[in-house]
């Protein structure tokens, strides 16, 4: 449930960054601030899903 709020805060920061920066005619600099929330996401979630392969490779006994 943690991973939810934490996704959703950057989500709400980088919208109301990205508008600010609109509103003030600096799109391209609005671009990189979505493109850069939406690696920041991402890293999160690949590094959870290394977490999940790990838990599951000891659970069965892989390694």
């Given at each position: ?9 950057i989500g709400l920061l980088t ?21 850069a929330g939406l690696v920041i ?6 590094d959870m899903i290394g977490q ?12």
């Open positions: 449930m943690d991973i939810i709020f934490k996704i959703a805060a919208a109301i960054v990205n508008q600010l920066l609109k509103k003030a005619d600096k799109d391209e600099i609005a671009t990189l601030v979505t493109l996401v991402l890293l999160m979630i690949v999940l392969f790990d838990a599951l490779r000891t659970l069965f006994s892989l390694y």
